[in-house]
């Protein structure tokens, strides 16, 4: 009834940005909150960023001062813009969100991933 889709993911060199994107689609009533998390291999997932329905905001050690999360309510989007990209943040970049659906039930999602890799 509900899917995730992340889109942006791609190639990069040290130093250099992507944008990654999250987007809900189905029978939504509401989107609460929305993490990005990474799994890079061999290694467990690890939670990046989250941002609740009202826009408040955090992050991972890790990618402070270099990642902003943000989201459209509008458009039940989120966005990841990562900046000063770094070899070891290559990884399956992935989205959860928890969303009331118009029947009245909220459940949690997962999108299927996009990957990002850092490399010169």
């Known amino acids: 009834q509900v899917q995730l889709v992340e889109s942006g993911g791609g190639l990069v060199q040290p130093g250099g940005s992507l944008r990654l994107s999250c987007a809900a689609s189905g029978s939504i009533f509401r989107v609460h909150s929305i993490l990005w998390y990474r799994q890079a291999p061999g290694k467990e997932r690890e939670l990046v960023a989250g941002i609740t329905s009202g826009g408040t905001t955090n992050y991972a050690d890790s990618v402070k001062g270099r990642f902003t999360i943000s989201r459209d309510n509008a458009k039940n989007t989120a966005y990841l813009q990562m900046n000063s990209l770094k070899p070891e943040d290559t990884a399956l970049y992935y989205c959860?969100?928890?969303?009331?659906?118009?029947?009245?039930?909220?459940?949690?999602?997962w999108g299927q991933g996009t990957q990002v890799t850092v490399s010169s």
């Open positions: 959860n969100a928890d969303v009331s659906l118009r029947t009245g039930t909220t459940r949690n999602y």
